[in-house]
């Protein structure tokens, strides 16, 4: 499965806002890949592609904690910029 984070980093609370407000691109948060894992089948890849300019700390440090405990094989592709939490 490939899962796009691209734009800036914020916290899954504010996420549920914006996109309830119509808004669905330039932000991603840590729910976005907690979805994305609960969603893989049993040995297939997680491709993370990154466009980032980084964002909440927090989420960063949670997506951190989600993909080390992913069972399955992860990989990130940085296309442009990675920076910050990204």
Known sequence: M?????????????????????????????????????NLEPGEELLLEVNSIGGSVFGGNEIYSLLEGCANPTRAVIQSLAASAA
Do not use: M
Request: charged share 20%.
């Open 2 to 38: 490939k899962l796009t984070l691209s734009g800036e980093l914020i916290p899954s609370d504010w996420a549920v806002v914006y996109r309830k407000h119509g808004y669905t691109s330039g932000f991603y948060c840590s729910d976005d890949v907690r979805n994305a894992i609960s």
